[in-house]
C-alpha cells in the first residue's frame, strides 16, 4: 500500500513541476531529460511513470483541471448561496483561475495550433476537455430555472454566453497579453442579472 501511495505522490510531483517548466520554457522546448532534472530523478526513473512528454504535458493539463473541478463543485454544492450567487462564485473563481494560469494558456495555444498542423482537431481536443465544465455551467442554471430565481431561459444559449465570457478572458490573457479580467468580470454581473426572474 505504502508503494502505491508513494507512486502517486511522486506522479503528483513529478507533474507540479512538469507544469512550471512547460511554462517558463514553452512546449516545444521542454525535453524529457529538462523534467526529469527538475524533478531530481533519471530519464529511466520518468519512463516508469510517463512515456513521452507529451502523456506529461496533457496529465499536468488534466491535473490543474481536475483541482479548479473540485472547488468548482464545492461552490454548487453550497447550501449557503442562492443560484445567482453560485454562478458568479464559479465563473469568478474560474475567470481568476485564467489569470492566475495566463503564461499557461500561451504553452496550451502553442500545443493546439502544433496539433492543428498536424492535421487532427484541435477543437474536439477542447471541446473534451471543457465537457465538465460546461455542464456544471448548464446544471447551476437549470437549478436557477427551477427554484425560481432564473427566469425560463434557452440553458444551451446561455451557457455558450457565460463560457464565451470565459474564452475571451482565456484570448484576453494569452493572446492580447492583457494583465487582469476586471472587466469581464463587470461584465458577468450585467449577464447574471440579465437572466434572473
Given at each position: 500500500?505504502?508503494?502505491?501511495?508513494?507512486?502517486?505522490?511522486?506522479?503528483?510531483?513529478?507533474?507540479?513541476?512538469?507544469?512550471d517548466?512547460?511554462?517558463?520554457?514553452?512546449y516545444?522546448?521542454?525535453?524529457?531529460?529538462?523534467?526529469?532534472?527538475?524533478?531530481g530523478?533519471?530519464?529511466?526513473?520518468?519512463?516508469i511513470?510517463?512515456?513521452?512528454?507529451?502523456?506529461?504535458?496533457?496529465?499536468?493539463?488534466?491535473?490543474l483541471?481536475a483541482?479548479?473541478?473540485?472547488?468548482?463543485?464545492?461552490?454548487?454544492e453550497?447550501?449557503?448561496?442562492?443560484?445567482?450567487?453560485?454562478?458568479?462564485e464559479?465563473?469568478?473563481?474560474?475567470?481568476?483561475?485564467?489569470e492566475?494560469?495566463?503564461?499557461?494558456?500561451?504553452?496550451i495555444?502553442t500545443y493546439?495550433?502544433?496539433?492543428?498542423?498536424?492535421?487532427?482537431?484541435?477543437?474536439?481536443?477542447?471541446?473534451?476537455?471543457?465537457?465538465?465544465?460546461?455542464?456544471?455551467?448548464?446544471?447551476?442554471?437549470?437549478e436557477?430555472?427551477?427554484?425560481?430565481?432564473?427566469?425560463?431561459?434557452?440553458?444551451?444559449?446561455?451557457?455558450?454566453?457565460?463560457?464565451?465570457?470565459?474564452?475571451?478572458?482565456?484570448?484576453?490573457?494569452?493572446v492580447?497579453?492583457?494583465?487582469?479580467?476586471?472587466?469581464?468580470?463587470?461584465?458577468?454581473?450585467?449577464?447574471i442579472?440579465g437572466?434572473?426572474a
Open positions: 500500500m505504502a508503494i502505491i501511495v508513494e507512486h502517486e505522490k511522486r506522479k503528483y510531483e513529478i507533474l507540479e513541476k512538469s507544469l517548466i512547460f511554462v517558463e520554457e514553452g516545444e522546448d521542454v525535453t524529457f531529460q529538462k523534467i526529469a532534472d527538475r524533478c530523478i533519471t530519464r529511466t526513473t520518468l519512463y511513470y510517463f512515456k513521452n512528454k507529451r502523456e506529461i504535458f496533457l496529465c499536468s493539463i488534466k491535473q483541471t483541482g479548479i473541478e473540485k472547488g468548482l463543485r464545492t461552490i454548487i453550497s447550501k449557503d448561496m442562492t443560484d445567482s450567487v453560485k454562478l458568479k464559479i465563473m469568478v473563481m474560474i475567470l481568476h483561475k485564467c492566475e494560469n495566463r503564461k499557461l494558456f500561451n504553452v495555444l493546439l495550433l502544433q496539433i492543428q498542423k498536424s492535421g487532427k482537431d484541435a477543437g474536439e481536443r477542447v471541446r473534451r476537455r471543457v465537457l465538465r465544465l460546461r455542464h456544471l455551467l448548464s446544471w447551476i442554471l437549470i436557477g430555472i427551477n427554484s425560481g430565481e432564473f427566469r425560463p431561459i434557452d440553458v444551451k444559449a446561455t451557457n455558450e454566453l457565460f463560457y464565451g465570457l470565459i474564452q475571451s478572458a482565456i484570448f484576453r490573457l494569452a492580447l497579453n492583457q494583465a487582469d479580467v476586471n472587466e469581464l468580470i463587470a461584465g458577468l454581473d450585467i449577464a442579472q437572466i434572473k
